[in-house]
């Protein structure tokens, strides 16, 4: 017999069966992947070792109850982003409420339309654009979007899901899905423009 | 097309995910429009950087109770 890697779903039918290395493997197979999601979307390691804990519990609970009718990293995607979003929301700290984020939005958007000329810091070094404190700019930046911007920034921009899936996972139309990330994109790009402009862009 | 209804285009445009006609419209504008030039070089080079960050290692110790808890609970579940 030919030795080929079992595909997700495979793995899914062995752990029904009682298959502890299938859950193993399916664990250790997107492990890295939850916890990066997990830790963008709580910018710090204690909240998003919660997060991966809770995440594979419950996937080890439902499991049972996992349709194939989306594939399985999906649905994956989909226990991942509620782990995250409750954990967001336990948090004592208030997030920025959707009408002053938008506020802001409206506000940069314009400034673009203004007459006065914008600074295009997009072709600056690399070594300049990657360095220690802008890393830290764009973290800071991430954390003020509100939860449900910052679900789908993370699925689409830092897991690279296609717009369609990220609209699965969160159940939202493509559409919505789309205006959220936008929003959230012009958000981001303002407060690196701040950054690396000293506040002229 | 006028700077607002471009804004509004901007991302399904950086991603390719736009019809060609309004590609084209997008990019008449852009020739002509400086600001929003800018706005699209900035805006593609935000998603570049985000995109390209190094992924948030997984610590090795964070791995041992990740596995602990799931043969825990697969025993007791």
Redesign the interface.
């Known amino acids: 017999m030919e030795d080929s890697v079992p595909t997700d779903e495979e793995l899914v039918t062995a752990i029904r069966e009682g298959g502890t290395e299938a859950l193993e493997s399916l664990v250790t197979r997107y492990e890295k992947r939850i916890y990066n999601l997990a830790y963008r979307m709580l910018g710090n390691r204690e909240d998003a070792e919660d997060v991966l804990q809770d995440t594979f519990l419950n996937v080890v609970r439902s499991i049972d109850g996992f349709k194939s009718r989306s594939s399985f990293s999906t649905w994956l995607y989909r226990v991942a982003a509620n782990a995250a979003l409750t954990r967001l929301r336990q948090r004592s700290k208030r997030d920025k409420s959707e009408g002053e984020f938008l506020d802001q939005v409206y506000s940069v958007q314009e400034a673009a339309h203004a007459q006065s000329r914008l600074v295009d810091w997009s072709n600056r070094p690399a070594e300049r654009l990657l360095d220690g404190e802008a890393r830290q700019v764009m973290d800071e930046a991430i954390s003020e979007l509100p939860e449900i911007y910052r679900v789908v920034f993370v699925l689409r921009d830092v897991e690279g899901l296609p717009a369609s899936e990220v609209a699965e996972v969160l159940g939202l139309s493509i559409p919505a899905v789309k205006s959220r990330l936008h929003r959230e994109r012009l958000y981001l790009r303002s407060k690196l423009s701040d950054y690396f402009t000293g506040g002229s862009a | 097309m006028d700077?607002?209804e471009i804004?509004?285009g901007?991302?399904?445009y950086i991603?390719e995910?736009l019809a060609d006609k309004t590609c084209r419209e997008i990019e008449n504008h852009l020739k002509d429009c400086?600001?929003?030039?800018?706005?699209v070089?900035?805006?593609?080079?935000?998603?570049t950087?985000?995109?390209?960050?190094p992924?948030?290692e997984?610590?090795g110790d964070?791995?041992m109770?990740?596995?602990k808890?799931?043969?825990l609970?697969?025993k007791h579940?």
């Open positions: 700077c607002r804004f509004e901007l991302s399904d991603d995910e400086y600001n929003c030039r800018v706005v070089n900035t805006l593609r080079q935000t998603v950087l985000y995109q390209e960050t992924s948030e997984l610590p964070v791995r109770r990740l596995h808890v799931i043969r609970q697969e579940g």
